[in-house]
């Protein structure tokens, strides 16, 4: 057993049982009879060669496309950078899809012919292993006209149902339902039937929903204004609409589902270097990506808490800036390749990623890298910490994109850009993101994305009624070592909501440090969200996680603080407000 304090940066830190079991059931290649058919280096190895060959559209050598392949498998085998789902599963596969992407968007006109293709590229789409989003803001309202028939409109969420429905028929690599995001402009006549629709429409489960909010509506809301709706196929005003009205509706459905969260559009596109290419209308499916339509973005995510070092001297733990210096530039050639490797399901889609170039570089293992350090997640202290972090990662991922573009040349759309505006010559529209890393995370032993750990004894459900027991390693490690350790404490923590607060078995000073999701109040997670926004070129995936007894006031206040501290969307989740939750506190029955 390797003690997960000791282990130190680029040493191999051993597969647990949780990862391999995992790595098992979705990842390693299987035969026609379900055998699996590869061992864990073969996976490392495959993907690595298959990423590497790419080089050679750069004239590279045989002996410099060996020597990345040989670098990309150890970055990949250490797993100190590991990226998304669907490059772990189809990359160097024979007969699989070569289609490496997690995030997409597809446009909807206001025409059947778009809404039919719009289900195609869904279901071809969730084949593969991406998630897909949707703006449904072009489409007439409700009860509109339709010339053609002389009939009436059914509106925006009756053809979310359509998409639902064929999303529910396609079980991705026999694992996973396809996941989809549906979002609405706040200006839209049907606003509030899209508002309640997860609620009264039980059939709509494989969308996560989000209201596109605008400046102009949330200065309203603070302000008790009206704001109008308007008819996006006339652009006329319908109606004047009370502001706050729209928003306790919003922030009273979100505390009963987690549905809808927030898109903050105006500030997704005052943030796009690349605004000739249209108005951003919709994200991926958990918000970190907003993209343009039939735009794509592979993610890969790199784990903080394996690129740490110990101090000379004092013993202590110290992030090691070389080493993540050099995984970045690493990660950022891999993704980079991972564009030209691509090739999607939609020919527009192919012909779009090459012109943007778009990458989604991010972070996991952070709530693990602070317990290491010692900083308590969501104090002062850690936050001014993230910044730090934040602002040079997001230095190195940008130096890594010009050093690419030196020699391999800027993105196509470049032109135009604003980066070509301030004359910084790049190789990507976007780079860096928070990605949620659900998956990932459990493959790479580390906390997802960067979010806390959700507790510090719990369980997991993986697959259809499978739970994975988790009990945190550094808890565990750390209790031994300085000999309060007794097998007592999983049952106490898991009967304290998987928390350490509080327990008299646990050390006082110790106790922020081993701080869990809902140890956190809901300002502290909105804080850490727009800590890490300044790292990400796109959006953060954070979920504000509330406990069950949070109000609609909180969830409120959280809403209204994302915007305040300009963060590109919100998404909260209350304990238990949801039948099905993958996470579970505390005991496995
Ligand atoms: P992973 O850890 O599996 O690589 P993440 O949890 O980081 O993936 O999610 C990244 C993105 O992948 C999501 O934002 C979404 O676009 C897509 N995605 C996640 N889960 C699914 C799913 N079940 N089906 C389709 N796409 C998904």
């Not at 509030?192 to 929903?209: A, P, Y």
Request: proline residues 5%; charged residues 25%; glycine residues 8%.
């Amino acid at each position: 057993e390797t003690d997960p304090i000791q282990a130190s940066t680029l040493e191999y830190i051993p597969l647990s049982d949780n990862a391999l079991t995992v790595l098992r059931e979705r990842y390693l290649a299987k035969d026609d009879q379900g055998n699996i058919v590869e061992t864990v280096d073969q996976l490392w190895a495959r993907v690595a060669r298959e990423i590497a060959m790419v080089e050679t559209l750069y004239e590279a050598t045989h002996e410099e496309v060996a020597s990345l392949e040989e670098q990309f498998r150890r970055m990949l085998a250490s797993r100190t950078f590991l990226p998304n789902s669907p490059t772990l599963m189809n990359a160097g596969r024979p007969g699989s899809h070569k289609q490496y992407s997690a995030c997409f968007v597809i446009p909807i006109e206001d025409d059947m012919q778009s809404i039919g293709n719009a289900v195609t590229a869904a279901l071809l789409i969730h084949k593969s292993g991406g998630g897909t989003g949707f703006s449904f803001s072009n489409l007439r309202p409700k009860r509109d006209r339709v010339r053609s028939s002389g009939g009436v409109a059914s509106g925006p969420v009756s053809f979310m149902k359509i998409i639902d429905g064929a999303t529910e028929q396609v079980r991705q690599g026999g694992t996973r339902r396809g996941a989809n995001m549906g979002i609405l402009h706040v200006q839209h006549p049907d606003i509030l039937d899209f508002v309640g629709c997860k609620t009264h429409d039980g059939q709509i489960r494989n969308f996560n929903i989000s209201v596109a909010a605008t400046d102009e509506f949330m200065t309203a809301v603070k302000e008790d204004r009206l704001y109008a709706l308007i008819n996006p196929r006339t652009k006329q005003p319908v109606k004047q609409i009370s502001a706050r009205l729209v928003f306790d509706r919003i922030v009273e459905e979100a505390w009963k589902t987690g549905d809808p969260g927030l898109f903050f559009i105006n500030r997704a596109n005052r943030a796009c270097p690349i605004p000739a290419m249209g108005e951003i209308a919709s994200t991926n499916p958990c918000g970190e990506i907003p993209l343009h339509g039939f735009d794509a973005c592979t993610l890969g995510s790199i784990d903080l808490a394996k690129h740490l070092r110990i101090q000379p001297g004092d013993g202590e733990y110290e992030l090691d800036w070389e080493s993540l210096d050099q995984t970045i530039r690493l990660a950022v050639r891999f993704l980079d390749n991972i564009i030209d490797a691509n090739d999607h399901p939609l020919p527009q889609i192919n012909a779009m990623t090459r012109q943007t170039r778009r990458i989604g570089l991010g972070i996991m293992g952070y709530a693990r890298l602070l317990m290491m350090l010692g900083l308590p997640y969501g104090s002062e202290e850690a936050l001014r910490f993230t910044e730090r972090l934040a602002h040079q990662m997001k230095a190195m991922a940008w130096r890594a994109s010009a050093q690419l573009a030196h020699t391999r040349g800027v993105y196509p759309a470049w032109k135009g850009s604003k980066h070509e505006q301030e004359g910084r010559r790049v190789r990507h529209s976007y780079v860096t993101t928070v990605a949620p890393t659900g998956s990932i995370s459990m493959i790479a032993d580390t906390s997802a994305g960067c979010e806390p750990e959700f507790a510090l004894v719990w369980f997991k459900h993986v697959l259809e009624g499978r739970k994975l027991p988790y009990l945190c390693d550094l808890f565990e490690a750390t209790a031994r070592r300085e000999g309060w350790w007794h097998d007592d404490l999983i049952d106490k923590i898991a009967a304290n909501h998987g928390s350490c607060r509080g327990l008299k078995d646990v050390p006082a000073h110790r106790q922020p440090v081993f701080t869990v999701a809902h140890d956190l109040t809901p300002e502290q997670h909105v804080r850490v969200q727009a800590a890490w926004q300044r790292f990400s070129d796109t959006a953060v995936s954070k979920t504000i996680n509330l406990p069950c007894t949070a109000t609609v006031e909180d969830v409120r206040h959280a809403y209204l603080l994302a915007w305040e501290l300009d963060c590109s969307g919100i998404t909260v989740y209350r304990d238990g407000s949801r039948a099905s939750q993958v996470l579970n506190l505390g005991k496995a029955d």
